[in-house]
């Protein structure tokens, strides 16, 4: 599967698609709606109700994804990343507690690996 970037032309702002946003970089309401749907979204019974608090989540904070999942970043570095779950740099790993997402960012600077 190949996955096709955009091609950033300048002057048509719809070509641009953010797939990741600092949550700390947003308004402090939304940071909060952000926050309460991504708790929603890991407690729901269903999944139309993780989906519905994932669409909460993604509304609120303005980027794309491929497959309509967000993920926020989990990372040691304290990152507060939220991004395309499905971005294929983004990573998962599982560090001997629990599993641990990572944004892409933070999969390219330093890659957690699975505890043994
Ligand atoms: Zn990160
Ligand atoms: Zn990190």
Redesign the pocket.
Known sequence: MSVMTPARTTGKPTDHRTTEVDITTLPWPLQQVIETALEGARNAPTNDEYFRHMRTVITASGIHTSRGEAAR?A???M?DVLYDADDPDAHLFHDGVREVP??P??AD??RGRDAE
Do not use: Y
């Open positions: 970043c990372c040691d570095c990152c990572q944004c960012g933070c600077d330093h």
